[in-house]
T-cell receptor, first 111, second 114 residues
Framework: GEDVEQSLFLSVREGDSSVINCTYTDSSSTYLYWYKQEPGAGLQLLTYIFSNMDMKQDQRLTVLLNKKDKHLSLRIADTQTGDSAIYFCAEKGGGTYKYIFGTGTRLKVLA | DSGVTQTPKHLITATGQRVTLRCSPRSGDLSVYWYQQSLDQGLQFLIH???????AKGNILERFSAQQFPDLHSELNLSSLELGDSALYFC?????????????FGDGTRLSIL
């Protein structure tokens, strides 16, 4: 079945770059998403990438997609303490309305 | 503000009881999704409605049911509640009409079963 995997924790120093990784199994995935969840809040859409793209950049965020290896990453440049949150990767399969979310990566930014 | 409204924000009840969670999607969005987020199981997809009709079911228990009304708001009904049902319940909406259809999430309802 479909599955999305992420590492559980990442710790970086303020000002460094963060790279959060995600692997998925559904080769028919059409869109892949990154969401951010701050404590006590819902999931906030950060960015998404269509499966025929390799890279998408949006200000401090860079998404890289390796479709062959089914690997997605989110790079946050110049990481700030306000970036501390849980980051979820999600995929949407082709021809379905079902979204599969990863377990989330808890990013801790050290001052 | 995502535009998705969930009520109530917090709900405390006892085992065996029944509760109803409500979701108002973003204006113009026809699809509503329900998710359960617990500490040990992450974010689990429960059910999806599109324009009043059920489209997909995930890991939703038989004790749980949902519906989407003509005005597009949705309700998630949880009955015979157990301690393990304590979780955050999220609603998300999307237009489901064009090529770029990310979901937008509400702030969730925190359900605590005592």
């Amino acid at each position: 079945g479909e599955d999305v995997e992420q590492s559980l924790f990442l710790s970086v120093r303020e000002g460094d770059s963060s790279v959060i990784n995600c692997t998925y199994t559904d080769s028919s995935s059409t869109y892949l998403y990154w969401y951010k969840q701050e404590p006590g809040a819902g999931l906030q859409l950060l960015t998404y990438i269509f499966s025929n793209m390799d890279m998408k950049q949006d200000q401090r965020l860079t998404v890289l997609l390796n479709k062959k290896d089914k690997h997605l990453s989110l790079r946050i440049a110049d990481t700030q303490t306000g970036d501390s949150a849980i980051y979820f990767c999600a995929e949407k399969g082709g021809g379905t309305y079902k979204y599969i979310f990863g377990t989330g990566t808890r990013l801790k930014v050290l001052a | 503000d995502s535009g998705v409204t969930q009520t109530p924000k917090h709900l405390i009840t006892a085992t065996g009881q029944r509760v109803t969670l409500r979701c108002s999607p973003r204006s113009g969005d026809l699809s509503v999704y329900w998710y359960q987020q617990s500490l040990d199981q992450g974010l689990q997809f429960l059910i999806h409605y599109y324009n009043g009709e059920e489209r997909a079911k995930g890991n939703i228990l038989e004790r749980f049911s949902a519906q989407q009304f003509p005005d597009l708001h949705s309700e998630l009904n949880l009955s015979s509640l157990e301690l393990g049902d304590s979780a955050l319940y999220f609603c998300a909406s999307s237009p489901e009409g064009g090529p770029n259809q990310p979901q937008h999430f509400g702030d969730g309802t925190r359900l605590s079963i005592l």
